[in-house]
């Protein structure tokens, strides 16, 4: 168990509509951040908060957001959902140690798309 | 997206056998940091590497962090039936904290 614990486990949705995935990050840890996983394209870096503030953005649409709350955990909105979104989501959470941050990962979203 | 180049991309080996797979990248990177993904799971931490030629171990995973910091290597030791999944190296710059994934090495175990 990592510590970062995500919700729903499962989600099944039709094209065209909005979903929340939602984030705890470890307990202390600052950063939170937020993965795409589909079949064809590996792990893929969507989003970065680091205490509320983003500070990192990677390939993310411009259909998807997020945020991090004062209690620090995130959640990652995704609308007019295409069946390509369908995919494992997944958050990490770290911290710094010196200048390193170590990235704990949650068990995951899977969203399918119909 | 970028992805680092892993290899082999699937392995198929007897319980008892040793593993070695490799993660190459065209950047330079500050960090190299290698996972397991069981089935329907998150990655899991196995090992980080944080200096050019650092050699680390974690019982039976030995990894190293390559002299030109383009690569890293993992090798698993006398493998086990729950050794079995999917290994991703996964490189970080010094200027940013996002990690960029290689493609993943899917490995099978038979008795």
């Given at each position: 168990?990592?510590?970062?614990?995500?919700?729903?486990?499962?989600?099944?949705?039709?094209?065209?509509?909005?979903?929340?995935?939602?984030?705890?990050?470890?307990?202390?840890?600052?950063?939170?951040?937020?993965?795409?996983q589909s079949l064809d394209q590996g792990l893929q870096?969507?989003?970065?908060?680091?205490?509320?503030?983003?500070?990192?953005?990677?390939?993310?649409?411009?259909?998807?957001?997020?945020?991090?709350?004062?209690?620090?955990?995130?959640?990652?909105?995704?609308?007019?959902?295409?069946?390509?979104?369908?995919?494992?989501?997944?958050?990490?959470?770290?911290?710094?140690?010196?200048?390193?941050?170590?990235?704990?990962?949650?068990?995951?979203?899977?969203?399918?798309?119909? | 997206g970028q992805q680092l180049n892993q290899s082999p991309q699937s392995?198929?080996?007897?319980?008892?056998?040793?593993?070695?797979m490799n993660c190459t990248s065209?950047?330079?990177?500050?960090?190299?940091?290698?996972?397991?993904q069981?089935?329907?799971?998150?990655?899991?931490?196995?090992?980080?590497?944080?200096?050019?030629?650092?050699?680390?171990?974690?019982?039976?995973?030995?990894?190293?962090?390559?002299?030109?910091?383009?690569?890293?290597?993992?090798?698993?030791?006398?493998?086990?039936?729950?050794?079995?999944?999917i290994y991703f190296c996964a490189?970080?710059?010094?200027?940013?904290?996002?990690?960029i994934f290689g493609t993943g090495t899917r490995?099978?175990?038979?008795?």
């Amino acid at each position: 168990d990592s510590g970062v614990t995500q919700t729903p486990k499962h989600l099944i949705t039709a094209t065209g509509q909005r979903v929340t995935l939602r984030c705890s990050p470890r307990s202390g840890d600052l950063s939170v951040y937020w993965y795409q996983q589909s079949l064809d394209q590996g792990l893929q870096f969507l989003i970065q908060y680091y205490n509320g503030e983003e500070r990192a953005k990677g390939n993310i649409l411009e259909r998807f957001s997020a945020q991090q709350f004062p209690d620090l955990h995130s959640e990652l909105n995704l609308s007019s959902l295409e069946l390509g979104d369908s995919a494992l989501y997944f958050c990490a959470s770290s911290s710094p140690r010196g200048v390193q941050e170590t990235q704990y990962f949650g068990p995951g979203t899977r969203l399918l798309v119909l | 997206g970028q992805q680092l180049n892993q290899s082999p991309q699937s392995m198929f080996i007897q319980e008892g056998e040793d593993v070695s797979m490799n993660c190459t990248s065209s950047s330079i990177f500050n960090t190299w940091l290698w996972y397991k993904q069981d089935p329907g799971e998150g990655p899991v931490l196995l090992i980080a590497l944080y200096k050019a030629g650092e050699l680390t171990s974690n019982g039976r995973l030995t990894a190293q962090f390559g002299i030109t910091r383009k690569d890293s290597f993992l090798n698993i030791s006398a493998s086990i039936p729950s050794d079995v999944g999917i290994y991703f190296c996964a490189g970080q710059s010094y200027n940013t904290d996002k990690l960029i994934f290689g493609t993943g090495t899917r490995l099978q175990v038979f008795p």
